[in-house]
């Protein structure tokens, strides 16, 4: 069952320095998408990268963060600088065309220390 | 996207149907209702969506109204793995350039408990 994954699965960094969060979606999926999820609170959508595109970033920091998905390997969040604002769980989800269902994976745990 | 009112949270034994609802009274025409859950610390998972008819699948099946403003989830023998919190998300699932259909907003949700 080659479902959405990510690594790692826990991820601690102090502050200033930066965290790498990669996703492979589902075999066949070329849609990506990238949620984050702050303590207590629910999903919020940040990025959806098609092949080599970033389709909408709206929900991304202007400044730090950056994501993309290249022609061959996983997607990757990147997140320069940390700061303990950045603390959360962050969720990568794949579909096979855009209207159709996100699959999600497991999640990146992201703590700033 | 339409907005949705779920109540926060509620309770159901064991065997038991849950029946969680959904109000979406401002749905549009060519919106879907889709049904995510999350279980504690994990990614959510698809469970269920539909446009007016009834839908039903291995995990759980979908009951829109007739005016498609409001839904119900139905899980027909629940077990304590079904304990998550249920969102309800309205979403176009069209292919619409110009759209945003893509972006699944996640409400509150309903917190399912499921007791022994």
């Known amino acids: 069952n080659a479902g959405v994954m990510q690594n790692p699965r826990h991820l601690v960094r102090r502050r200033g320095q930066e965290a790498r969060l990669r996703c492979s979606p589902v075999?066949?999926?070329?849609?990506v998408y990238w949620y984050r999820q702050l303590p207590e609170e629910g999903l919020k959508f940040m990025v959806y990268?098609?092949?080599?595109?970033?389709?909408?970033e709206s929900g991304m920091p202007k400044e730090r963060f950056s994501a993309e998905f290249p022609k061959e390997g996983p997607s990757i969040l990147r997140i320069q600088q940390v700061v303990r604002g950045d603390s959360a769980a962050y969720f990568c989800?794949?579909?096979?065309?855009?209207?159709?269902?996100?699959?999600f994976g497991p999640g990146t745990r992201l703590t700033v220390l | 996207d339409a907005k949705t009112t779920q109540p926060p949270s509620m309770d159901c034994a064991e065997g038991r149907a849950a029946n969680l609802p959904c109000n979406h009274s401002?749905?549009?025409?060519?919106?879907?209702v889709y049904w995510y859950r999350q279980i504690h610390s994990q990614g959510p998972q698809y469970i269920i969506h539909?446009?007016?008819n009834n839908e039903t699948n291995e995990m759980a099946s979908l009951i829109i109204t007739e005016d498609r403003k409001s839904s119900t989830l139905i899980l027909p023998h629940a077990t304590l793995r079904d304990t998550a919190v249920y969102y309800c998300?309205?979403?176009?699932?069209?292919?619409?350039?110009?759209?945003?259909?893509?972006?699944?907003?996640f409400g509150k949700g309903t917190l399912l408990t499921v007791n022994p």
């Open positions: 989800a794949s579909s096979s065309r855009q209207i159709n269902e996100q699959f």
């Open positions: 990268l098609q092949k080599e595109n970033i389709i909408d």
């Open positions: 998300i309205v979403r176009v699932a069209t292919q619409d350039s110009g759209g945003s259909n893509y972006k699944l907003t």
């Open positions: 539909g446009l007016k």
């Open positions: 401002t749905i549009s025409g060519n919106e879907y």
């Open positions: 075999k066949g999926h070329s849609h």
